[in-house]
């Protein structure tokens, strides 16, 4: 699977938009960009994923470049319980698991 | 998407002995997965669980630190064996939710060796 870079963290105000970017400049064409979040505690929790199209659902969007090297994430209202590690990875159509980085941690302030 | 049930939630056991994680899920999943967190990193996959075959594990991990049961499509367990401080992690089963949802993770299992 394709490596991904992060930023370590980041901050948002609470009420902003919240713009994660992440770097995957080895993609492979039948890769997809997923993205998880885990909150303190918790196991990691499903975002979105996108092939090459940018994506939107009730949590997120996610922007992919044209070249499908980088994207971004954005929560677009975030709130304090959007504090988390987001995390990006990227993975092969029909492979069964998923390697994670090291994320970036999101801190939403008051 | 699956709800996945673990236990337990967190224990504090001694150096040299085991502990045996479980990992329940609300529908039949042909996959389960078992991921270590230690303390301040990322998620680390041990081994992917198929029902009725052997557990494939990922390099580093071995069979007999980390021996894994699928007795059926919507169980497994994750037994940490011979256990010394260097285990203290936390331990999280997977499964894959459908296209739709990416993977589902349970809440984990917070170990500490002492």
């Known amino acids: 699977d394709a490596k991904t870079t992060q930023p370590p963290s980041m901050d948002c105000a609470e009420g902003r938009a919240a713009n994660l970017p992440c770097n995957h400049s080895t993609i492979s064409g039948n890769e997809y960009v997923y993205w998880y979040r885990q909150i303190h505690s918790q196991g990691p929790q499903y975002i979105i994923h996108g092939l090459k199209n940018n994506e939107t659902n009730e949590m997120a969007s996610l922007i992919i470049t044209e070249d499908r090297k980088s994207s971004t994430l954005i929560l677009p209202h975030a709130t304090l319980r959007d504090t988390a590690v987001y995390y990006c990875?990227?993975?092969?159509?029909?492979?069964?698991?998923?390697?994670f980085g090291t994320g970036t941690r999101l801190t939403v302030i008051p | 998407s699956a709800v996945i049930s673990q236990k337990p939630s967190r224990d504090i056991c001694q150096r040299g002995t085991s502990l045996t994680i479980q990992c329940q899920v609300d529908?039949?999943?042909?996959?389960m997965f078992w991921y270590r967190q230690q303390p301040g990193q990322s998620l680390t996959l041990i081994a992917t669980?198929?029902?009725?075959?052997?557990?494939?594990?990922e390099s580093g991990f071995v069979i007999d630190k980390f021996p894994i049961s699928r007795p059926n499509l919507t169980f497994s367990t994750l037994t940490v064996s011979n256990m010394s401080p260097e285990d203290s992690s936390i331990y999280l089963c997977s499964v894959a939710a459908g296209t739709n949802y990416g993977y589902t993770f349970g809440s984990g299992t917070r170990l500490t060796v002492v």
């Open positions: 529908s039949q999943v042909t996959m």
């Open positions: 669980a198929n029902q009725g075959s052997e557990a494939t594990y």
């Open positions: 990875i990227v993975r092969k159509t029909g492979a069964n698991n998923l390697f």
